[in-house]
């Protein structure tokens, strides 16, 4: 079939498997062209299809030869209707790895199931002993407790009051004012339950009960503070407050681990088009400004160049990891220069539909948008039928 976008709202309904390979394909790429890592070898990624994830799958696969299990929740394809792009990224990264005679398994299901827990662990005991990473990464925005079985929901609001402030439509380029009304009943608990490190430690709890980390063993879960200008919305709102329980989760964790010299870490990234990002409102037009202005500087990353500078000069530098006062390890440094933030904050006040072209770089965050979806990548015959009915070779 001949694959094109086709979108609602912040969500694009198809995804192309051939521009999903080439995006899988440049990312290895440039992993290759940083040079080997002195990471960890057995790698264990929750949440590994899309984003963040994927990158520290990619970065160990192809950066430290690492064998990597990939757990997620994608949408497989069916006769005339597209797969979800993280599966399409899952069968590219698996065809790649299993290409250059690495280990890649993954593991499709609900990651906060007892079920799916159980799956990758046994997979881990069959295949792999032991692990020595975890990457924590799920961005889901609903989580049935395994335990109680309530379905939690997260809301995006602030806490206390009503938010107003700029947004714009991403597709249409329109700059308006957008109110968000505040958090109410149980928004914040079932937010934290969500997103919050619950789960993390659950699954950290299930590895260790299972003699299945190894010595010295590190886990990493992602999180994002932000500048002044989004916090109402975000770092000060119900997210902020799961992102505060993941981050207290690294010290218990942490403690929990003292046994086999293990450690948890949280890691501060910076600001970045996903799926996630395009649905919250103030976040896309704060990134096309943040573009454009780090582009200028010659400092932009997006996953991919994130997850690599993380592995090699914080967790794998064979020095001490830097952290902040709170324990974080920051990669939103460059972000959260003074300087930068200085000149979002002017370009904030002035930003109209009118001037926003010249003033941000909508261009980049569609283009960015878009090849979360597999298009817009140079290479891929956009016109030409594509098989929509790829596999993941290796579905346990």
């Not at 069916?78 to 599966?87: H, I, N, V």
């Not at 809301?155 to 938010?163: A, R, Y």
């Not at 993380?310 to 794998?316: E, T």
Request: aromatic share 8%.
């Amino acid at each position: 079939m001949i694959i094109e976008p086709r979108m609602r709202g912040f969500i694009c309904l198809t995804a192309h498997p051939d521009g999903c390979e080439q995006n899988i394909k440049n990312q290895i790429e440039y992993i290759k062209s940083k040079g080997a890592i002195n990471g960890a070898k057995k790698v264990l990624v929750i949440g590994a299809s899309t984003g963040f994830g994927l990158a520290s799958r990619i970065s160990s696969a192809f950066g430290s030869n690492a064998a990597t299990i990939g757990v997620f929740f994608e949408k497989p394809p069916t006769e005339g209707r597209t797969a979800s792009p993280g599966w399409y990224n899952s069968a590219a990264f698996e065809k790649e790895a299993h290409k250059a005679g690495l280990y890649a398994k993954s593991i499709n299901g609900d990651a906060f199931s007892n079920e799916i827990k159980k799956q990758t662990l046994d997979l881990i005991k069959a295949d792999l002993g032991q692990v020595d990473l975890i990457i924590y990464s799920l961005a889901s925005p609903v989580r049935m407790h395994p335990t109680t079985g309530i379905l939690h929901r997260s809301v995006l609001k602030p806490i206390g009051g009503t938010f107003t402030n700029k947004t714009v439509d991403f597709h249409s380029g329109k700059v308006s004012e957008i109110s968000i009304e505040p958090s109410s009943g149980d928004d914040i608990e079932n937010t934290v339950a969500v997103m919050g490190g619950e789960d993390w430690k659950m699954w950290i709890d299930a590895l260790k009960a299972e003699n299945l980390l190894a010595p010295g063993a590190t886990t990493v879960a992602y999180s994002y503070i932000g500048p002044s200008l989004t916090e109402a919305v975000y770092r000060k709102g119900t997210i902020g407050r799961a992102k505060d329980d993941l981050e207290a989760t690294a010290f218990t964790i942490t403690d929990s681990l003292a046994d086999i010299d293990g450690k948890a870490y949280v890691s501060v990234n910076k600001a970045l088009v996903t799926q996630a990002s395009s649905a919250i409102p103030v976040i896309p037009l704060y990134i096309s400004l943040l573009y454009k202005i780090m582009k200028e500087e010659g400092i932009h990353e997006g996953c991919i160049e994130q997850i690599q500078r993380l592995y090699a000069d914080r967790l794998f530098s064979g020095k001490e990891i830097p952290t902040d006062e709170k324990g974080r390890i920051r990669v939103d440094d460059w972000e959260m220069r003074p300087d930068v933030q200085e000149k979002i904050a002017k370009l904030w006040q002035e930003a109209t539909t009118e001037n926003l072209a010249d003033l941000g770089d909508l261009e980049g965050y569609r283009s960015d948008f878009h090849n979360l979806f597999g298009f817009g990548f140079a290479g891929v015959d956009y016109k030409a039928e594509a098989n929509e009915m790829v596999g993941v070779e290796s579905i346990a």
